[in-house]
Nanobody, 125 residues
Framework: QAQLVESGGGLVQTGDSLRLSCLAS????????LGWFRQSPGEEREFVAAIAWRGGGTYYSHFAQGRFTISRDNAKNAGYLQMNSLKPEDSAVYYC??????????????????WGQGTHVTVSS
């Protein structure tokens, strides 16, 4: 059974930074691409960023480009989302997800069959 566990969320102020972590079971992490998505209250879940299994291929949403950085440490079965210059509109539940096609940095939910439970991020103004 795939397991993904997010952490690192919290309450911060506008302009602050946070680093989210996603720890995965080896069966979910090895050879899988990772993605981060977020969902604000009353909104649909949206894509944030994705990273390939190896080779460094990444893909960002327009709002994440330039402020967020996705990375992974394959030796630790961990993925990360560094978020800088946070804004109130970044407040959401952030989810990591795993895509068995490790070479594909996809931006749509249907490519990710495995999901974590999410971590809350609140950015106050």
């Amino acid at each position: 059974q795939a397991q993904l566990v997010e952490s690192g969320g919290g309450l911060v102020q506008t302009g602050d930074s946070l680093r989210l972590s996603c720890l995965a079971s080896p069966s979910t992490f090895n050879n899988y691409a990772l993605g981060w998505f977020r969902q604000s209250p009353g909104e649909e879940r949206e894509f944030v960023a994705a990273i390939a299994w190896r080779g460094g291929g990444t893909y960002y949403s327009h709002f994440a480009q330039g402020r967020f950085t996705i990375s992974r440490d394959n030796a630790k079965n961990a993925g990360y989302l560094q978020m800088n210059s946070l804004k109130p509109e970044d407040s959401a539940v952030y989810y990591c997800a795993a895509n068995p096609d490790g070479a594909v940095v996809a931006g749509t939910e249907d490519r990710y069959p495995y999901w974590g439970q999410g971590t809350h991020v609140t950015v106050s103004s």
